[in-house]
């Protein structure tokens, strides 16, 4: 397809089209000609994930440019999920890094989980500092509490992951991140939802 | 206690809390002399609910005072949770208005959990922009998936509305607050180290 094209089944502008083409986050089209290129579905895949990532995401285009970086690394679904994690701004920016203690809490939590984390990995500092967080304003979050949200989660995961779109690599690596990132939102609104509900009946 | 001790305390600087005084987002203390005010535990509670919702949650000064203002309207702990989350920013902010199509689902998933919500609710909305985005991308996110979010985390509400702390209405109303803003890190985080462990199994 032609860039009009691009642009309309994408709905973004030609400017914006060209904007990430100059920012290297769209690979160019094929020649055709001095100043026309085809572009096809892949082009039109990828405008789409960019978009979904910097409007329902919130990320910025460093970001962006970072978890394109890893899905173009992955080998596979396993290691885009990882790479998306690492980049992605942690939820909840800018911790002091975490007490050893609270450290030594999301060990054990995994311990009690079946879970492995490597070593140093981004999720378990943001995890550890938020408990730290909790306890410094007298909220201490309990182990029942954490165990309750790895019970919940884990069985979710389960299809959140079976749930992966699975046509090529590249889809299924797309598909991945998209789940990780676009789902929060909808995660953490059914949460309130739930709380709502629930803090009702309680009273 | 006088203010260096309200500072080394809450380990704000002086400058700080007198800007939070300036800025009606702490009371005033006791009048005790010409320049001095003796403030106490809720001045020293309300400095670390402030600096939790910055810091951890990430809200910017007048998000915050809206927060403040709907638990100072607030009447029972549902209000306070109603409140901050009509106020707090949604997860996932400047969404276009969602589709009749989506808001459609989202009813019928509540209707499925026996859940309620006032017309017009924010956390509806949110959801149901979050469903159009991901269709958008041709991720349609099944109803199959709604539904297991939804049961996975009607039971985990019940468990954080049960372990609110309820000294008195205000202290209650705080914990309500800080437990539905300040453990959506930790649920995500939780969420990715899950879903890391699936992928790595699942190859």
Known sequence: MWMAELARRSGLSVATIKFYLREGLLDSGERAGATRSRYD??????????????????????????????????????DAIGAAHTRLAPPGDDHSPPSQAALDRVDSLLR????????????????????????GLGHRLSDEMLDAYASALGPVAELEVASVQRADLEATIESAVIGTVLQEPILLAIRRIAQENVSRDAG
């Open 41 to 78: 579905e892949s082009h039109l895949r990828r405008l789409r994930l960019i978009q979904a990532l910097t409007d329902v995401g919130g990320l910025r285009l460093e970001a962006v440019r970072q978890v394109l970086a890893g899905i173009a690394d992955a080998s596979s679904p396993h």
């Open 112 to 135: 009690r989980h079946g879970w492995e984390l490597a070593p140093g990995h981004p999720q378990a500092s943001v995890l550890a500092s938020s408990l730290d967080a909790l306890d």
